[in-house]
């Protein structure tokens, strides 16, 4: 994965990743909610004004034709109970019984007694009805009968009055269909306003996730991904967005990929060259004494007695020749690194203390290890990242012959890992600060030089680099940085 689709990759890792989102929680089910919210108070609303109209309606029509009746039959009562006809009266409500939705109809006299009824043994009895009458709406609970009563009055004089009931069950079961179609309508509003809520969301939901799916692939690094514009609306329009985005970005992509590939040629031939020039550099003297020593013995102008002498020189210059030609192949036979996500700071406390028990470490060295309360984690190569640290802390041992303190140290900056190895050792001169990583380079009697420049290529291989700091007589800084993971 180059620079480019890697920070993409953070990015949609913090977005995708640790965004897991949750069912309750998508723009779908939001949306289907407050849809079905709306059209539920909405047909709520609706159906209730609609019994409230329907049910005063009906009310009112049932209370004129009750009090229709009741005049009839005040009109009709008014003779006979002057006449104190009661086969009159009795006719009045036998009449008045055959009407739909009469439960009772009765004339009563001046003291209440009833003259006339349509339950007819009820003649004779006194009837307190007419003084506690209920013809208003609503009625009590449990009563399904309106109660109606008309005083008759002759010449300003009561002679009686009639009393009706009408029965309301019929509006009851009028009203009571019209709350459960109200009901039943809701529940279809819902169920329908739910449906198009659904089919809305999945349009506009399915586009995000074709761009989620594609900023997915992208994160993996696969920036060949488009993603289908389809319609001219808004997510058409984001789609296209996208799309020249990515675009945009493998342009860009390509070109650092480009500069890359130029850069490390370029710094692969600098690198064989230099090696190159360094290993010419080291084997220049040996060889030179080979070729002398054997000059001289192949002449036979060598002295007899000095023939052994030119031959331990042969011996030693050759078995040089071989260790540094060893040295170079174990330097360029160098692996690639094998990377996984481990702890750094763990691993700088493990080699400080095999460094801490090496019986070579000079007494007055003391090692002090500085390390974060949470340790740093980053991705590296644990037996090439545990070599950079050997090395250095060695170099930094080897630079306090008569002792001194190494503070190694583990920072985690950022999204960096930041190690510092630092002595108070004798410090390198600052005209061969630059020198000291190249391959063969060294200052100390039987060091092969290899040491930094190992560090300096492992490090480089995991992303990272290598910074140095020296005063002469005073100590060295050694500090490198690797992607925290
Ligand atoms: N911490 C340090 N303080 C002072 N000088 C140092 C330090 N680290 C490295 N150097 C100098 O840099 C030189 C190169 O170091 P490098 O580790 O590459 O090789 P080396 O130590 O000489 O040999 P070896 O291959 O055994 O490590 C050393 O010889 C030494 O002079
Ligand atoms: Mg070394």
């Given amino acids: 994965m180059n620079a480019i689709s890697a920070d993409v990759a953070a990015a949609a890792g913090a977005a995708g990743g640790k965004r897991a989102l949750s069912r309750f929680a998508t723009l779908r089910f939001r949306l289907i909610l407050s849809v079905a919210l709306v059209h539920a108070v909405l047909m709520g609303a609706f159906v209730w004004e609609a019994v409230r109209d329907q049910s005063a309606a009906i009310r009112a029509q049932l209370l004129n034709?009750?009090?229709?009746?009741v005049s009839l039959m005040a009109v009709a009562s008014t003779n006979p109970l002057l006449e104190e006809n009661l086969g009159s009266l009795a006719e009045v409500t036998a009449r008045v019984k055959h009407q739909?939705?009469?439960?009772?109809?009765e004339i009563v006299d001046v003291r209440g007694d009833v003259l006339a009824s349509t339950d007819p043994a009820r003649v004779g009895h006194r009837d307190r009805?007419?003084?506690?009458?209920?013809?208003?709406?609503?009625l009590k609970r449990g009563d399904h009968v309106l109660d109606l009563s008309r005083q008759i009055v002759v010449a300003g004089q009561r002679v009686g009055a009639v009393l009706l009931g009408l029965s309301t069950r019929g509006m009851d079961t009028a009203l009571a269909g019209t709350r459960d179609r109200g009901l039943l309508f809701i529940l279809a509003a819902l169920a329908a306003g739910s449906a198009a809520a659904w089919a809305l969301a999945m349009l506009v939901t399915r586009r995000l996730h074709a761009l989620i799916a594609a900023t997915r692939k992208i994160a993996a690094g696969n920036l060949d991904v488009r993603v289908n514009g389809?319609?001219?609306?808004?997510?058409g329009i984001l789609a296209d967005a996208f799309n020249?985005?990515?675009?945009?970005?493998?342009?860009?992509?390509?070109?650092?990929?480009?500069e890359h590939d130029k850069r490390t040629e370029a710094e692969r031939l600098a690198c064989v060259g230099e090696l190159a020039a360094s290993i010419a550099h080291e084997i220049r003297n040996p060889l030179a004494a080979v070729i002398n020593a054997a000059r001289l013995l192949d002449e036979g102008a060598l002295p007899?007695?000095?023939?052994a002498e030119a031959v331990t020189i042969l011996n030693t210059e050759s078995q040089r020749l071989q260790r540094i030609l060893d040295d170079f192949l174990r330097f360029s036979r160098m692996r690639e690194p094998r990377p996984v996500r481990g702890n750094v700071t763990a691993l700088v406390r493990e080699v400080s203390q095999l460094l801490a028990?090496?019986?070579a470490l000079p007494e007055r060295v003391r090692i002090e290890n500085h390390a974060p309360e949470s340790p740093c984690h980053a991705s590296f190569d644990p037996d090439q990242l545990r070599q950079v640290l050997w090395n250095l802390m060695l170099n930094a041992v080897q630079a306090m012959p008569g002792g001194g303190r190494l503070d190694v140290a583990t920072e985690c900056i950022g999204d960096q890992v930041l190690v510092t190895v630092a002595d108070t050792g004798d410090g390198v001169p600052a005209e061969i600060v630059d020198h000291i990583t190249r391959p063969f380079f060294t200052r100390r009697k039987g060091g092969s030089g290899l040491g930094l420049a190992i560090v300096q290529r492992i490090l480089m291989q995991h992303g990272g680099k290598l910074w140095i700091d020296s005063q002469p007589g005073q100590?060295?800084?050694?500090r490198f940085q690797l992607a925290a993971a």
């Fill in 475 to 478: 100590g060295t800084r050694m």
């Fill in 230 to 235: 389809g319609s001219r609306d808004e997510a």
């Fill in 244 to 258: 020249h985005m990515v675009a945009s970005l493998q342009r860009s992509s390509r070109a650092v990929q480009h």
């Fill in 304 to 307: 007899l007695e000095d023939h």
């Fill in 129 to 138: 009805r007419s003084l506690d009458v209920n013809d208003t709406f609503p």
């Fill in 65 to 69: 034709r009750g009090h229709e009746l």
């Fill in 100 to 105: 739909p939705g009469v439960v009772y109809g």
């Fill in 357 to 359: 028990h090496d019986p």
